[in-house]
């Protein structure tokens, strides 16, 4: 198993920005599909972006596309979430997680490390 920590999460105006970071040790950090999922007050934890191995392949959430953008570098066993024209909807505890299954997906089940989560507060 890999162990995830989450970093960058904070409070911030709407139409603002945020960098999430995902910092990981244990196995081979390359062997793993990386992803961020985010869970808000009283809702199901949900999918948000995901990369595969090689960061050949990205997969974004409807609600986030062309707004977030995930990226990773395997040298340094990180993975990134760059968030911009954050709204009040984005609020949240966001998840860095960890599949050993390929392709990427967004199916929650299929991914078996989990950080501890950060808070994202955005005010509108």
């Known amino acids: 198993q890999v162990q995830l920590v989450e970093s960058g999460g904070g409070w911030v105006q709407a139409g603002g920005s945020l960098r999430l970071s995902c910092a990981a040790s244990g196995r081979t950090f390359s062997s793993y599909v990386m992803g961020w999922f985010r869970q808000a007050p009283g809702k199901e934890r949900e999918f948000v972006a995901a990369i595969s191995r090689n960061s050949g392949s990205t997969y974004h959430a409807g609600s986030v596309k062309g707004r977030f953008a995930i990226s990773r570098d395997n040298a340094k066993s990180t993975v990134s979430l760059q968030m911009n024209s954050l709204t009040p909807d984005d609020t949240a505890v966001y998840y860095c997680?960890?599949?050993?299954?390929?392709?990427?997906?967004?199916?929650?089940?299929?991914?078996?490390?989990w950080g501890p989560g950060t808070q994202v507060s955005v005010s509108s």
């Open positions: 997680a960890a599949s050993s299954f390929t392709p990427i997906s967004s199916t929650l089940p299929l991914y078996n490390s």
